[in-house]
């Protein structure tokens, strides 16, 4: 079971969070047209990365934030966490 | 029989508990303290089982976890338990136990023919033999190996024991308590470091218990009780017996099982049987300790053939002896340890040492004692058949490659040692990159991926003085830089007798004209010849060898036989064994109970139990609950001798012609609040948002970005920046989780505050004509004319003192409304509404009647909105905005989405107006088409109309919007059914929506 440091509330397990996806996905803004290509990329094609990955967690059962985590997919190594809205050095 | 393998006043026991306990029927008598193993030894039993292929006789190995035959069905409290070692089960007054494997009896055993016929059972026998021909399988070959093979047997019963689960965090956590254990958790506590320290066997101390060593002036032993009685003490340090740990997972969260009540004839009231604990350790240290590996010959697995360590505890700690005319087989100094205890003990023992003229401390030890040591000579083979009765031995070559002649031996057991094996196995869980060391002819850790150090014998380490003095340091080191103390610990001195190198042997040549099985893996029953099979026929990999003759793959994991098989392999192939290198090892380390793993979520503990407040006031009133996810709600009210049918059909009757109450508390509600809430909810749902008025209520749909339909529901303005949304009660935490994203992640510009208030509120649907005369007798203040409020109005009230929302929303397609108090007023409320609407003929309604009204109406539900649908597919389009852009909008213009003859609702009747049709139907054109019949939709919700006195249902159909009018037939297979019937609209009843605006 991962240790998550979540950024509002510390180091908490991973049975209180939930995961959500690749974080590095941005929805395209609304109203804007564009391509079906560019539309699937967003909602279906997803890397499956083995390595470094940026994702989000949400944590479901403590403060309810969604936080990215940085994360080796094969070794569960946690580099670092970010919060929502906090830049990803 | 007395215990006649029983020394007087030598082990641990205690004396002067005498337990009697039962084996395969017969009475024995044992001391406390004992193990199942010791006491049925004490009474000279060596024949325990039958082996898992061959079915050969099998006795005892080892004294512990390592164990790979003495497996048992234990009887305990009425209870039965496969799969216990009796190595590990401590005796207990009563006990009851069987061995397992053998049938019909361990000493007559029609499996045992298979020994005989082993030629057919050579290595990937099960894939090779049972493959052919097909259909003996089912007939022949499966009935029988279930019957002659396999283990214990599970109970059938409800298990009536408790295991419960514990979390735990520490500083350092310790693996075994051994001398290496012992002094890294005392230097550690002493630094104030918080301990947890665990111990797999009843006593703490390990190899301290058995070995004959000095540290600090005193006895191992005694040095060891001292430790822990001061560490018990210590208000940081968590000292546990009968506790393994057997797995070690991410980012160091350990498990471990503590037996609670094993050991007991019945649990103690209010305590568990089994306590799982998750340890978050900062740093952890592996003193495991090693297990001593086999020697391979002939007919190596013959009761009375054990590990020479086993037969050192057996006697040590116990006060047994495994044989009054034992033969030792070593090639390192620890088979000399035991023969010096046997001779200590008055038995004379033969000592064969595979070495030539090896020199050391103890060997001079033995010498001095006078026992018989013969160098350069080996065992060639075990003989007798349940039990040892002799031994062939012989001289070997300084190559290990000729055999002199054979001689016999009279013996009544051989312990052998073939030097040790470090228990490397919680390391390599780690992931620690594990290395080959070359002294020992074994893996040890290498590096480290987690926080974890391996110490002492665990490390490969052997001797005392050095473990603790590595062990010691460790423990200083490690809790230093978590509680940044520093406190001295002097290191006391040690005395131990210093041993030679082991030899490089480890197996014995057949000799000429004799083909003895040589057993590698004990359980599994995988000899040198299975592997040599296996390599012949082109296995090279470790891991398909593994696989294809089964070894180390049964319960003990090979521990007592990995190496063995890898320096077999390396042999054959002619590499040395880091480049064979080894399987992997995975949790559990032994075997752990399924009771301990699944913990107090069994039955109804499996998921919580969510309750409305007015749950008494339905309990009283004779509902039948039904789950709906983790609510328990009222699926109809029973009268007299009612059944679901009947009693669902009154109550959906009653709220059409008159009026129902029915609690809808479990729907999710969110408060949604801030200046950007109307700009939110018009961002997620399909129609348009931003021009509600306050006081009014809107239907709404919300999508997924793929299109597919997430959820449904009203969602009301209270006032100007602070909105109500209801959900579905089974998307209520999803649909959270889903604002909380859009409004952390991609839109965190709008000023928008979303929190569940599904808990604060009891919410009653009161439904029917007559609803609006209850509303009235609720809130006799009120104006709840048509045009006081309007379908789809919201007005705030005072229900008899209490504060309530009224919403005028209807789910049932009846003139109906919603009220809403506090939670704690929910029960006090309903109450009011029975009381008040007692003149109009009110009465409860189920979520069955609730089901039949809606599926009447066409309105959608879970069943619809089933992940797999979009609007159109229900008939909402109509909500579908086509100005604005919300989530999942894009999604709609897939080509798949917008064709001509997309699925869609419609209304399903059948022919004879009879039949009602089974959820899940498939619906289709001819109903003797060969299969697979062609689908062209499935019935999602059936129910009883009401309003017809005859089945109605709902489906989603191929093109349905084409379909009304068409004769198809929905099929069954699974309730047997093809019942004719008529696609119709899925607007059965009031297709105009007349009733809810009245
Ligand atoms: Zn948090």
């Given at each position: 079971m991962l240790y998550i440091?979540?950024?509002?509330?510390?180091m908490r397990p991973q049975i209180e969070f939930s995961y959500g996806g690749d974080a590095s996905v941005k929805r395209p803004e609304l109203n804007k047209e564009i391509s079906d290509q560019e539309w699937d990329n967003f909602v279906y094609n997803r890397k499956s990365l083995r390595g470094k990955h940026l994702e989000l967690w949400q944590h479901i059962s403590g403060c309810r934030q969604w936080i990215k985590v940085e994360r080796d997919?094969?070794?569960?190594?946690?580099f670092k966490t970010f919060k929502a809205d906090e830049e990803v050095a | 029989m007395s215990q006649d393998f029983r020394l007087e006043s030598v082990g641990l026991i205690n004396r002067d508990k005498k337990l009697s306990f039962k084996f395969n029927g017969k009475k024995y008598f044992g001391y406390e303290g004992d193990t199942l193993a010791s006491a049925l030894l004490a009474n000279g039993v060596h024949l325990v089982g039958r082996s898992f292929k061959y079915h050969r006789p099998r006795g005892f190995f080892g004294a512990g976890v390592d164990e790979p035959y003495a497996i048992v069905q234990l009887y305990r409290n009425n209870e039965t338990e496969p799969n216990i070692k009796a190595t590990e089960q401590e005796l207990f007054e009563g006990l009851e136990a069987k061995s397992v494997n053998c049938w019909p009896s361990v000493d007559f055993d029609i499996g045992a023919i298979n020994n005989f016929l082993k030629i057919f059972l050579p290595a990937g026998f099960y894939y090779k033999t049972f493959m052919w021909p097909k259909s003996f399988w089912y007939r022949i070959y499966e009935p029988f190996i279930r019957k002659a093979a396999g283990l214990g047997v599970a109970s059938t019963k409800h298990d009536k024991e408790r295991y419960e689960h514990k979390y735990e965090y520490c500083d350092l956590l310790i693996a075994g308590s051994g001398p290496s254990g012992l002094s890294s958790a005392y230097a550690a506590a002493k630094n104030g470091a918080k301990v947890i320290l665990a111990e797999d066997k009843p006593r703490f101390g390990g190899s301290l218990l058995t070995s004959d060593v000095n540290i600090g002036n005193q006895s191992g032993k005694d040095w060891a009780e001292g430790i822990i009685s001061e560490l018990k003490t210590m208000p940081n340090v968590v000292v546990k017996n009968r506790s393994q740990i057997f797995g070690y997972y991410d980012h160091n969260m350990l498990v471990m099982s503590e037996k609670v009540s094993d050991h007991l004839p019945k649990t103690k009231k209010y305590h568990p049987n089994k306590r799982l604990w998750y340890i978050r350790a900062k740093e952890v240290l592996i003193s495991s300790g090693s297990i001593e590996r086999p020697i391979v010959f002939g007919n190596n697995d013959t009761p009375g053939v054990m590990l020479s360590s086993a037969a050192k505890e057996y006697l040590k700690v116990y006060g047994v002896l495994v044989g009054k005319n034992p033969l030792i087989f070593t090639n390192n100094d620890s088979g000399y340890e035991t023969a010096i205890e046997f001779q200590k003990h008055g038995v004379q023992p033969v000592i064969l040492d595979s070495r030539k003229n090896p020199e050391s401390e103890i060997i001079d030890e033995a010498k001095s004692l006078g026992i018989n040591i013969k160098y350069s000579y080996v065992v060639v083979a075990a003989q007798g058949y349940?039990?040892?009765?002799?031994a062939d031995i012989a001289s070997i070559s300084d190559d290990k490659k000729q055999l002199g002649k054979i001689e016999n031996i009279k013996c009544d057991c051989i312990c052998v040692s073939g030097f040790w094996t470090p228990s490397i196995h919680l390391a390599s869980q780690s992931g620690n990159k594990t290395k080959f060391k070359e002294e020992i002819d074994a893996f040890v850790p290498g590096t480290s991926k987690q926080q974890e150090t391996t110490l002492g014998a665990a490390n490969g380490v052997f001797s005392l003085e050095e473990t603790l003095h590595t062990s010691f340091a460790k423990g200083r080191e490690l809790s230093k830089k978590i509680t940044e103390n520093d406190n001295e610990v002097s290191i006391p001195n040690v005395v131990e007798k210093k041993s030679s190198q082991h030899d490089k042997f480890w197996c014995v040549p057949l000799p000429a004209g004799k083909n003895y099985k040589r057993f590698l893996d004990f359980q599994n029953d995988v000899a040198v010849s299975d592997i040599e099979i296996a390599i012949r026929e082109g296995y090279r990999s470790i891991e398909h060898v593994k696989r294809y003759t089964?070894?180390?793959?049964a319960t003990d994991q090979g521990k007592t036989s990995n190496l063995n098989g890898l320096q077999l392999v390396s042999e054959i192939e002619n590499k040395v064994v880091p480049a064979v290198g080894h399987t992997t090892f995975r949790p559990p380390y032994t075997p752990i109970s399924i009771g301990a793993i699944v913990g107090r979520e069994v039955g109804k503990h499996s998921k919580p139990t969510r309750k409305s407040p007015m749950h008494a006031w339905h309990e009283k009133n004779n509902a039948v609950f039904v789950d709906a996810g983790v609510w328990l709600r009222p699926r109809y009210y029973k009268r007299g001798n009612e059944n679901l049918f009947e009693g669902s059909k009154r109550e959906a009757k009653n709220v059409r012609t008159n009026v129902g109450v029915c609690d809808v508390t479990t729907l999710g509600k969110i408060d949604i609040k801030g200046p950007d809430a109307a700009e939110l909810l018009n961002r997620v749902y399909t129609n348009a948002w931003l021009k509600l008025p306050v006081g009014k209520a809107r239907y709404g749909v919300m999508l997924r970005e793929d299109g597919i339909v997430m959820d449904d529901g009203t969602t009301t303005r209270i006032s100007e920046n602070h909105y109500h949304m209801t959900t579905t009660t089974a998307q209520a935490a999803n649909v959270l989780s889903h604002l909380e994203y859009y409004l952390q992640l991609?839109?965190?510009e709008l000023n928008v505050n979303v929190v569940s208030t599904t808990e604060q509120w009891a919410g009653a649907a009161i439904a029917g004509p007559k609803s609006r005369d209850v509303l009235q007798k609720l809130f006799p203040n009120l104006d709840v004319s048509n045009e006081g409020l309007p379908f789809m109005g919201y007005i705030e009230g005072d229900l008899f003192g209490v504060k309530a929302r009224i919403f005028r929303i209807s789910f049932s397609g009846e003139l109906a409304y919603e009220v809403n108090v506090e939670s704690d007023y929910g029960n006090f409320m309903w109450q009011k509404i029975m009381e008040v609407g007692e003149e109009f003929e009110i009465q409860p309604y189920g979520t069955e009647a609730l089901s039949t009204l809606r599926i009447e109406m066409g309105h959608v539900a879970g069943s619809e909105l089933d992940g797999r649908t979009i609007p159109y597919d229900n008939a909402l389009e109509g909500l579908v905005s086509k100005k604005k852009d919300f989530i999942g909008k894009r999604s709609l213009q897939r080509p798949a989405f917008t064709e001509d003859n997309r699925q869609r609702i419609v209304g399903v009747v059948p022919l004879d107006k009879k039949t009602s049709i089974p959820e899940g139907s498939h619906l289709v054109k001819d109903a003797k088409a060969t299969l697979p019949n062609p689908k062209l939709g499935h019935v999602s919700a059936s129910c009883w109309s009401v309003e017809y006195d005859n089945p109605f249902s709902l489906a989603i159909l191929k093109d349905g919007k084409n379909m009304i009018g068409e004769k198809l037939f929905a099929m069954s297979p699974l309730k047997n059914k093809v019942i004719p019937v008529e696609i119709v609209s899925s607007h059965y009843v009031d297709p105009k929506g007349e009733r809810v605006r009245s």
């Open positions: 440091k979540c950024p509002h509330c510390g997919t094969a070794t569960h190594e946690i | 349940k039990k040892v009765k002799s089964t070894l180390g793959m991609v839109w965190p």
